[in-house]
T-cell receptor, first 114, second 107 residues
Framework: GAGVSQSPRYKVAKRGQDVALRCDPI?????LFWYQQALGQGPEFLTY????????KSGLPSDRFFAERPEGSVSTLKIQRTQQEDSAVYLC????????????FGPGTRLTVL | RKEVEQDPGPFNVPEGATVAFNCTYS??????FFWYRQDCRKEPKLLMS???SGNEDGRFTAQLNRASQYISLLIRDSKLSDSATYLC????????FGKGTMLLVSP
């Protein structure tokens, strides 16, 4: 079946703009994760959903970052008033049941803030 | 100290060589351990889960040492196509990843 999809694949924003990044997990996957990956670094955890419940948002770097998954499927990561340091690849991953299962990653959204 | 640490490399090896990577983790409560492969400008792809008893998948062998809090990945008979960055992930409620180890296999 289809893997995790993300859109847009690339996003260029001017500093101060708001952006919304979308993630479509693998059908039937209960858990969904957002990560931020800077160049030369590993993925850094941002937040985690189990169905529609946001169980952990400890990795969100500031209150400008907000994520939701209202119907327990598609998720949106929103970044308000973008800053240059927000430039990174934002990866979404899903897993079948819970956070102990293997996570499958989407292709990511490469965000560049000018 | 970062929760998950890896030697960034690069490890330069000829085709056919055996190469091993280690990854240390600091959270003793970690229950899940994985190796992922990431090609340049691509997403991480699951290579293998790591179980307490160790596991093997073809040329790849993963081991977990809970006492010393490290996981390892052994690649035998390296292929050119094995060139990539290898990420280890460990965690309890969520996964923490290392920065990755770069492997370059040359002809």
């Amino acid at each position: 079946g289809a893997g995790v999809s993300q859109s847009p694949r690339y996003k260029v924003a001017k500093r101060g703009q708001d952006v919304a990044l979308r993630c479509d997990p693998i059908s039937g996957h209960v858990s969904l994760f957002w990560y931020q990956q800077a160049l030369g670094q590993g993925p850094e955890f941002l937040t985690y959903f189990q169905n529609e419940a946001q169980l952990d948002k400890s990795g969100l770097p500031s209150d400008r970052f907000f994520a939701e998954r209202p119907e327990g499927s598609v998720s949106t990561l929103k970044i308000q008033r973008t800053q240059q340091e927000d430039s990174a690849v934002y990866l979404c991953a899903s897993s079948f049941r819970d956070n102990y299962n293997e996570q499958f990653f989407g292709p990511g959204t490469r965000l560049t803030v000018l | 100290r970062k929760e998950v640490e890896q030697d960034p490399g690069p490890f330069n090896v000829p085709e056919g060589a055996t190469v091993a990577f280690n990854c240390t983790y600091s959270n003793s409560a970690s229950q899940s351990f994985f190796w992922y492969r990431q090609d340049c400008r691509k997403e991480p792809k699951l290579l293998m889960s790591v179980y307490s008893s160790g596991n093997e998948d073809g040329r790849f062998t993963a081991q977990l040492n809970r006492a010393s809090q490290y996981i390892s990945l052994l690649i035998r008979d390296s292929k050119l196509s094995d060139s990539a960055t290898y990420l280890c992930g460990s965690g309890y409620s969520t996964l923490t990843f290392g920065k990755g180890t770069m492997l370059l296999v040359s002809p």
